[in-house]
Structure formats: C-alpha cells, structure tokens
Nanobody, 123 residues
Framework: VQLQASGGGLVQAGGSLRLSCAAS????????MGWFRQTPGKERRLVSV????????DYVDSVKGRFTISRDNAKNTVYLQMNSLKPEDTAVYYC?????????????????WGQGTQVTVSS
C-alpha cells in the first residue's frame, strides 16, 4: 500500500484542519488505518485508529472529543478532522496501515506509512 498524507498547515489555537491520507496499490478496505504524530526528539505515537469498515475507532485521551477519524473506502482515503486545536497538537502527522484491529498502539505493527504532513498550531 502506498500512502499519501496531506492537509497539514499552520492554524491558530482553536482552529480546525482536516488531514487526508490517500491509499493506492492494494485493497484499502482490508486495512486498519491509523494516524500517528511525532515531535522532535519524541517517539511517534498513535493519535487515532479506525478499522476496515469504519465501525470501530479509538483515540488517545488528549484528542477525544476534538478529533474525528473516518474513512471512505470507495475513495481509498482516511481522514482526521481536527477541531479545537491546541499548540500541543503541533507535530508531524503520519498515516499508517496494517491488517487486523489488535495492538493498534504499537507503531511496529503497522506495515505501511505515509510521508507525514506538518501541523503547526500557534497560540
């Protein structure tokens, strides 16, 4: 699977962004999709994950109620709607794909990665 993330940018605190991750190369609907983020010197950590059908989702506590993950299997795309953004959300965001809906928080379980998109939230 080839993944292409987009939608990052500079936004003021309280603003919104929608990230997109377009997939190609394999059957997108077979894969669990995750959004991770990473800041300099820190580990890449899961933000949100969605199963193949879109019926199962999970979020890290710090983004619950503010971020929404969704997918459109007809368009081979997964989205991350980010509202009420905070400066601490500033990071490079990566999309990733794997089979199955277990061990979602372990980045080593993901087989395919997008190139990352920078999100910067100013205070």
């Amino acid at each position: 699977v080839q993944l292409q993330a987009s939608g990052g940018g500079l936004v003021q605190a309280g603003g919104s962004l929608r990230l997109s991750c377009a997939a190609s190369g394999r059957t997108f609907s077979d894969y669990t999709m995750g959004w991770f983020r990473q800041t300099p010197g820190k580990e890449r950590r899961l933000v949100s994950v969605i199963n193949w059908s879109g019926r199962l989702t999970d979020y890290v506590d710090s983004v619950k109620g503010r971020f929404t993950i969704s997918r459109d299997n007809a368009k081979n795309t997964v989205y991350l709607q980010m509202n009420s953004l905070k400066p601490e959300d500033t990071a490079v965001y990566y999309c990733a794909a794997k089979l199955g809906y277990t061990d979602n928080y372990y980045r080593t379980r993901y087989d395919y990665w997008g190139q990352g998109t920078q999100v910067t939230v100013s205070s």
